[in-house]
């Protein structure tokens, strides 16, 4: 049986790509804002493009901030993609402009220090020991990013036994920066999967299969 996956439509994010991306996959697709709709579904995908703080502005227009951390209070699986995982950290700096975040990790979005920006194009990751996001995959897979900021230092510590620490894969553009995070019923990517071609496909593939 596919499995039911909304694509928050809150005005920010390339919504119909991600929407033939997971058909793709296999998944039954939905785009909306509707709050019982999001709720209700086996996945959301929180997309995302643009500035930090108008992203955050746009999602709570929807009560999109709501959606998502009702859904993970609940352990109910959310996928953020672009400026759809950078959201999901503490604050973001643009233009020396700090705006909060939703928090889910600790951490600022910051400017990519690097001799071209935006990065723009195909990279290679390497990813956590032990990803389920690029299972199947080998080190030498590319991912079509474009950005021009980015998490350049993972924060988060976890050192209680019972709990298990966020998987954090990295890539470099300039510097190494955050490139996907797997934490429990919450993933996310810089890039986009929905353009990374059969690389992508994979990974929204490993996805549904967590749901």
């Not at 509707?34 to 746009?58: E, I, N, Q, S, T």
Request: aromatic share 10%; glycine share 12%; hydrophobic share 45%.
């Amino acid at each position: 049986m596919s499995k039911s996956v909304v694509v928050l439509d809150y005005g920010f994010g390339n919504v119909r790509s991600a929407e033939r991306a997971l058909a793709r996959a296999g998944a039954e697709v939905e785009i909306t804002a509707d709050y019982d709709r999001a709720m209700a579904a086996d996945g959301l995908l929180v997309p995302g493009v643009g500035a930090f703080a108008a992203c955050m502005a746009g999602l709570r227009s929807v009560r999109g901030d709501w959606i998502t951390g009702r859904r993970l209070a609940g352990g109910r699986p959310v996928l953020g993609i672009c400026v759809g995982m950078q959201i999901l950290f503490a604050r973001g700096i643009e233009h020396g402009v700090e705006s909060d975040g939703l928090d889910e990790w600790p951490g600022t979005v910051e400017p990519l220090r690097a001799p071209v920006v935006p990065h723009m194009g195909w990279n290679t990751v390497k990813a956590a020991a032990g990803s389920q996001a690029f299972a199947g995959l080998d080190e030498d897979s590319r991912f079509y990013f474009v950005h021009s900021y980015a998490v350049r230092q993972w924060e988060l510590e976890v050192r209680h036994p019972a709990i298990a620490a966020p998987r954090v894969t990295w890539s470099t553009h300039g510097e190494p920066f955050v490139a996907a995070v797997e934490n429990g019923p919450l993933w996310a990517t810089q890039f986009h999967p929905e353009k990374s071609g059969d690389a992508g496909a994979q990974v929204l593939t490993n996805w549904l299969g967590t749901l």
